[in-house]
């Protein structure tokens, strides 16, 4: 396969309300000619597919929806080309055509005629109970019960006989022939209340569908369509997509932020609860990052573009909680099999009830009592809730897949620079290498320095790294107003620290080894180590000329949310560091875990597999960056701050859209939570459908008592599955 050959589309898909409905249409779809895969997102209601042909034909994918009962609608955009530019472009929703919504109101019409004369026959539920349905039966001319059935099941017949025609058989099938069957036995108005009852559960499984869709489409509406740019001189409103990023965009006190960006004036306190999920709002001035969505509560900024739309953070978002579902879980693969058998065996316990009893009645009970929807609903309803509402709580979850990972991890491995700790270390002291941290000298070309002409020689070589460390000595170096200079040929070695020519001198800020080092390291140094802090050694021309020891602060909410961890199930968990080996058991030791020091970022890699290989499942917390390979190896890998990062929210498979170690249980117990819901939709299902088809085959549950039990499966799961939307 030419992977240069290989195009992305999303297109819009309506009318699926089951998990099933989403599996028809991706079969249908990767029945295209050049189509090499297809994910189809029920809560989404879109497909993405991929082909591997240079000219996309949307018009063969539509064809091939409608053929499957569903549809691809006209409108603006609705198919749009994502295999350039950023991956995913959301394919535009707005109006249907008026074709579509002719269809639309057909069915609609249909349906309300359907549903309203089975309204008025609803009381043959009580009668039947209180032995007055033959009574009723017979009152009602066959006729009308007729008219009553074409005109309700007309759409669920015309998809059964559409199915019937490709070989596929759907969770209406067996109740059709139930139908059908009542009608051959004279049962006409038996036929009309199946029928009805059948119009109630699909009622049932769209209002499910889209109960659990709410979450996301909350996601969408947050979305903002516009932006006040300034433009040649003045501010003109334009539509998001006419933006361009390096624009300057105009936003008062009460509009969504449109962009992520910068502010060039202005400032504001601002909710950014759309992104990172924290009620608290921040201030922002010049200089700072905004992101799209947000909204300015005080104050009005202008702010230069630099993501737009879809390639924002909120757009990010987006897009990962629709594709998520692509991302199944195990169970729901197995959910997903089993209903594929369900059928079958359903068929075969009518067959076998009408071979044993030869009463029709309860054959035809057992063909409407069966409900497989709600086993395909069981795990997918859960996993949208959970996975939308954590969403808006700042918590990115990729998938039931990782839902499912979490709900089973019993290892936990943590970072500790900006994850443990704030990630801005600061100085602590300086030592010369003779151990003179206050009153060393400087003689020129002198192996020793004094404290200040160290901090300068370090400071000047870091002046352009992007580790914290590097930061926190520029931040001591300009607090005592020293002079830095410029390094030449500056080189960053992971793990070990950089090395850089200032001058003639070449210098080195890091580990540096002990055959370089001019004497013994000074007692001083290892006090500092045996206190936490990290001590990095400055070389000039290969010779050790002084120590500079810094400390990062532990967040302050890290000691109770590992309690909780624990607490929630997980026995095992690690720090790994790259720091000293006193200042990673100084640390690990005060918060009560194990630890490892003096990591490479391969070592990090090597230890999630050694893990792994021992049959563990394991979680990894980093800042998502430094840490994106492990992160990525991990079961689950969770990023700290993802929010406005690229490399966190595309490497991992949670990102945690706020500094917030609360989040890490949190998303812990939120997968247990949603398991522990999926177990009960699953067990609740099974134990209905079994009860249903037993009762039904001995002839105790009738017909009509048969329809109207098929719809309750999708209110309980519904029921139950909402509790995930609540915190």
């Known amino acids: 396969m030419n992977d240069n050959n290989q195009k992305r589309l999303e297109v819009p898909v309506r009318g699926m309300d089951c998990a099933e409905c989403a599996a028809h249409v991706r079969k249908a779809i990767s029945s295209v000619d050049g189509v090499t895969d297809a994910d189809v997102l029920l809560g989404a209601e879109k497909a993405i597919i991929r082909f591997d042909v240079d000219t996309l034909d949307l018009e063969r994918i539509r064809t091939a929806v409608a053929d499957a009962g569903y549809e691809v609608p006209r409108e603006p955009g609705a198919g749009r080309d994502a295999s350039a530019g950023s991956g995913v472009e959301t394919a535009a929703r707005g109006t249907a055509g008026a074709a579509s919504r002719g269809r639309d109101l057909t ?77 051959v036995a004279g049962e006409w108005v038996t036929a009309a209340i199946v029928v009805f009852f059948m119009r109630l559960g699909d009622f049932a499984e769209r209002f499910t569908a889209e109960k659990a869709r709410g979450a ?183 998938g039931g897949k990782y839902i499912e990972l979490l709900d089973r991890a019993d290892v936990l491995l943590v970072d500790k620079t900006g994850t443990l700790t704030l990630g801005k270390p600061r100085v602590l002291e300086v030592v010369s290498a003779d151990g003179g941290h206050r009153g060393g000298h400087s003689d020129g070309r002198g192996d020793t320095l004094d404290e200040n002409a160290v901090l300068s020689l370090a400071a000047s070589a870091e002046r352009y790294s992007e580790h914290p460390i590097a930061g926190a000595l520029r931040e001591a170096a300009e607090t005592r107003s020293l002079t830095l200079d410029t390094p030449a040929d500056f080189t960053a070695v992971p793990g070990l620290g950089v090395r ?77 560091t790259g720091d000293a080996e006193q200042t990673g058991a100084r640390l690990a030791g005060d918060l009560g875990i194990a630890h490892r020091a003096e990591l490479l970022p391969e070592d990090k890699i090597r230890i999630v597999k050694e893990y792994q290989q021992q049959g563990h499942t394991v979680v990894m917390v980093g800042d998502g960056v430094n840490d994106a390979p492990a992160l990525a190896q991990a079961d689950v890998g969770i990023a700290m701050g993802a929010a406005g990062t690229d490399v966190a929210v595309e490497s991992a498979h949670v990102a945690l859209l706020r500094d917030d170690w609360e989040l890490v249980p949190e998303v812990l117990a939120v997968a247990k939570r949603t398991l522990r819901v999926v177990r009960g939709n699953i067990g609740f299902t099974a134990a209905y459908n079994l009860a249903g088809l037993s009762l039904a085959a001995v002839g105790i549950l009738p017909p009509v008592l048969a329809a109207a039990a098929q719809s309750l499966p999708d209110l309980g799961i519904l029921a139950n599955s909402s509790r995930l939307l609540r915190r």
């Open 107 to 183: 069915r609609q019409v249909l349906s309300l005629f359907g549903i309203a004369f089975g309204a008025v026959l609803f009381i043959v539920v009580v009668g039947e109970w209180l032995g007055l349905f033959d009574a009723v039966a017979e009152a009602v001319p066959w006729y009308i019960a007729l008219a009553a059935v074409l005109a309700g099941g007309y759409p669920i017949f015309r998809n059964v006989v559409k199915a019937t025609l490709r070989g596929q058989v759907l969770a209406h099938t067996l109740m059709t022939v139930g139908a059908v069957a009542a009608m």
């Open 216 to 398: 996301l489409r909350n996601l969408e509406h947050m979305a903002p369509q516009q932006a006040r740019v300034e433009r040649g001189g003045t501010e003109v409103t334009v539509a998001l997509e006419e933006l361009s990023a390096g624009e300057t965009v105009v936003v008062r006190p009460g509009e969504r932020i449109p962009v992520d960006g910068i502010v060039v004036s202005g400032t504001a306190t601002i909710d950014q609860s759309a992104i990172t999920g924290e009620p608290m709002p921040v201030d922002v001035a010049t200089g700072n990052s905004v992101f799209a969505a947000t909204i300015p509560q005080l104050g009005a900024l202008r702010v230069r573009a630099e993501r737009i739309g879809a390639e924002s953070t909120f757009g990010k978002v987006v897009r990962m909680v629709e594709e998520a579902e692509a991302n199944r879980s195990d169970v729901q693969r197995v959910a997903d099999r089993f209903s594929g058998y369900y059928l079958p065996v359903v068929a075969l316990v009518a067959a076998a009830t009408f071979i044993a009893s030869g009463d029709a009645l309860a054959t035809v009970a057992v063909l409407v009592v069966a409900c497989s929807c709600a086993f395909a609903l069981a795990t997918p309803i859960a996993m949208l809730a959970s996975v939308g509402a954590a969403a808006r709580r700042g918590l990115l979850i990729k």
């Open 500 to 576: 850089a020519t200032i001058g003639t001198t070449e210098v080195q800020v890091g580990k540096v080894s002990g055959d370089t080092q001019a004497s013994a390291v000074p007692e001083r140094v290892g006090e500092l180590s045996a206190e936490g802090a990290t001590v990095v050694a400055v070389s000039r021309d290969g010779t050790t000329v002084g120590y500079v020891a810094v400390a990062d602060r532990v967040r302050e909410e890290v000691p109770a949310a590992l309690a909780r961890v624990k607490a929630l199930g997980i026995p095992t968990i690690e720090l790994l």
